[in-house]
Structure formats: structure tokens, C-alpha cells
């Protein structure tokens, strides 16, 4: 047997080809089937993966609490004014734009609070569509119902 410092260049490298290419994902994969530790790597008391699972702290409805909801609103906005300060631009007034997005979140999601640019963009989506359909020789849709139909979807109220 010839011993691995006695190996020639071409020797030591077929050998770490055959390691890297053969040997190293078979030890992968023997490992993973047999320790099942990747499912738990990352884990522990302290890990992200256990935050996941337990979601959050508010009740089961999902509702948010309005006042964390606006000391969150705030904290992001006062970030905001900061950054824009050290840009040498006018900081925003935290309290008036708070107040602005708060109200602004508010308000119901009827089809009255729909913005018109997105109104005339699914339209036009429904009628390439009903192109698409025409050109097939199925029944064109009502351009109207479906658009309505498909803003519905999209704001999630059925």
C-alpha cells in the first residue's frame, strides 16, 4: 500500500474528487435519514421555529390591539423622520401621518374604498380575458360581474 503523502498530484486529486463527489453527500444523506437532526437544528427553547408554532399572544380571532397597533404605526413613522433627518430632509410630522394612516385603516373595505386606477386595471384584465375566451369559442363573461367578482376576491370579502 502506498502511503498518501507518496501519492502524485494526479492521485490526490482523484482522491478528493472521489471524497467530494461520492463520499461526502453519501454521508449527507446516511445522516439525515438516520439522525433526523435537521428537523431540529435551529431549535430549543430560544428558537425562532418555537415562535412559529405558539403565534402570538393576542386571542384566537386575530384581532389587533389598537393601541399597539398605533405605538407600532408611530415607532415605524418616528424611524421613518429620522432617517429622512440624516438624509438633510424635512422630518415628518410623526403625529399628523400617524393619525393619517391609523384613520386611513379604518375605513371599511367596501367597494366605495376601492381605488378607481385598480377598478379600470381589473376591468381591463376582464375584458383581455374575455378576448382570450372569445378567440377559444367559449361564452364571453359579463365584464361588470366579474370584474366586481374579482375585487371581492381581491380585498377578501366574498
Known sequence: M?????LTALQKG???????????PLIGVLLKRVGG???????GPFAILDERHKQTAG???????????????RQMLEAKSERRRRRGEDPLDVEAEAER???????????EAIDAELRAE?????IARNERRLREGLEPLDVEAETERQLADFIGSN
Open 101 to 111: 394612516l391609523i384613520a386611513a385603516a379604518a375605513q371599511p373595505r367596501g367597494t
Open 37 to 43: 437532526g435537521w428537523e431540529t437544528m435551529g431549535g
Open 2 to 6: 502506498v502511503a498518501p503523502l507518496a
Open 14 to 24: 482523484l482522491a478528493l474528487l472521489l471524497f467530494t463527489g461520492i463520499a461526502a
Open 59 to 73: 386571542d384566537a380571532s386575530g384581532q389587533i390591539d389598537p393601541a399597539i397597533q398605533a405605538a407600532e404605526v
Open 122 to 126: 381589473v376591468r381591463a384584465l376582464v
